[in-house]
Structure formats: C-alpha cells, structure tokens
T-cell receptor, first 113, second 115 residues
Framework: GESVGLHLPTLSVQEGDNSIINCAYS??????FIWYKQESGKGPQFIID?????DKRQGQRVTVLLNKTVKHLSLQIAATQPGDSAVYFC????????????FGTGTRLKVLA | KAGVTQTPRYLIKTRGQQVTLSCSPI?????VSWYQQTPGQGLQFLFE???????NKGNFPGRFSGRQFSNSRSEMNVSTLELGDSALYLC??????????????FGDGTRLSIL
C-alpha cells in the first residue's frame, strides 16, 4: 500500500547546530508534501509544504528538500533552538478518492543545551 | 483567521459511558477529519467529512461515529467507552473538494481519559 515513513524515530541535536529530518515516500505519483511539528500537549502545526515541481523550498529557518528520483524528502532546521524540540511528521494529501491524508510515524527532535 | 477549535480540551470518563467531542474548522474549510493519537502510535485515521457526508472511515469499531453540520462544524461520538479509548483526539480541517493539493490544519485536540 502507499506509505510515508521516517527513517529515524529520535534525533538529538546540539543547540545551535542544524537539524535534518528525513522522510521516505512510496507513491511516485505524489506531487505534494507537508511537514508538521507537534509539541507536547498540542496538535500538529503546519510548518511548510512543497510541490513536486520544486526541489527546494525555504521558510523561516526551515528548508524542505525533495528528491523525486529516490522518493525522499527532508526538513532542515537551521540553528536549532530549544523551542524546536518536538515531533516532526511528513505527510501527503489523499490519493484520489480516498480523502485520507497519509502521515509518517514521526521523528522526535531533542535539542541539547 | 481563527484556527481549528476543539472542545473540550480535557475529558475524564468511566468505562461504559459515552462522549461527544466537538470541532469547529477554519472558516471556509469544508473538510473535517478526525484522528486518534496514543503514546507510541502515529495518527490513526477515524473518518473524514465533507458537506455533511462521510467520505472515508478508518478501521475503528462502530462505537466511533461522527457527523458534520451544514456550517462544517463536526462532532464525534464514542459510545460504551473502554480503557483503550484513552487518547488524544485530533480534528483537522482543509478546504476539501477538488481544489487540489492542500494541507490539513489541526486543532490542539481533546485529551480523553477513561477510568
């Protein structure tokens, strides 16, 4: 079946360093991807998205890279801060007719002081 | 623009009771999805509604049900509560329809605890 998965369940990064969170997807027809951040006690928060006609998209301190050849996307966080500690999910919109978004299991980012 | 609003934020019930959770989507959003999230689990899809119609349903027992009103607000109901129903229930909204790829936006959830 179609799936979106994360390589690393937990990532520990020193404060000030850059973080890279990875995601693999299996549906080569997927043309849109979303990253979410979920802090403890809160719902997932939309961070950034990217369409398949782009290889890279930048936001404030975040960059998403898309490699369609190997069906892989990554979220890069520059100068990681304690407030970045959270679980990060990648997601795809529903396959036609399913109306069900596809979510990865999530990667927990821990920022070390 | 107000985000997705879920009420109540916290709820404590006992086994056998029933519960109703409410979700108000972002203004203009017509699609509402519900998810269950437990420790160690990802987002488990419950169901999705659009224009008062359920378009998809996840693999949950019939004790879990939902509905959507004409103003796109949605409720979900869980009857005959079990200990395993303790979870964070999340609601997410999107424009829906055939408007193309778009993100879902989530509320902060209702934390349901079953005693």
């Amino acid at each position: 079946g179609e799936s979106v998965g994360l390589h690393l369940p937990t990532l520990s990064v020193q404060e000030g360093d850059n973080s890279i969170i990875n995601c693999a997807y299996s549906n080569s027809a997927s043309d849109y991807f979303i990253w979410y951040k979920q802090e403890s006690g809160k719902g997932p928060q939309f961070i950034i998205d990217i369409r398949s006609n782009m290889d890279k998209r930048q936001g404030q301190r975040v960059t998403v890279l898309l490699n369609k050849t190997v069906k892989h996307l990554s979220l890069q966080i520059a100068a990681t801060q304690p407030g970045d500690s959270a679980v990060y999910f990648c997601a795809e919109p529903p396959l036609t007719g399913t109306y069900k978004y596809i979510f990865g299991t999530g990667t927990r980012l821990k920022v070390l002081a | 623009k107000a985000g997705v609003t879920q009420t109540p934020r916290y709820l404590i019930k006992t086994r056998g009771q029933q519960v109703t959770l409410s979700c108000s989507p972002i203004s203009g959003h017509r699609s509402v999805s519900w998810y269950q999230q437990t420790p160690g689990q990802g987002l488990q899809f419950l169901f999705e509604y659009f224009s008062e119609t359920q378009r998809n349903k996840g693999n949950f027992p019939g004790r879990f049900s939902g509905r959507q009103f004409s103003n796109s607000r949605s409720e979900m109901n869980v009857s005959t509560l079990e200990l395993g129903d303790s979870a964070l229930y999340l609601c997410a909204s999107s424009l829906g329809g055939d408007s193309g790829n778009q993100p879902q936006h989530f509320g902060d959830g209702t934390r349901l605890s079953i005693l």
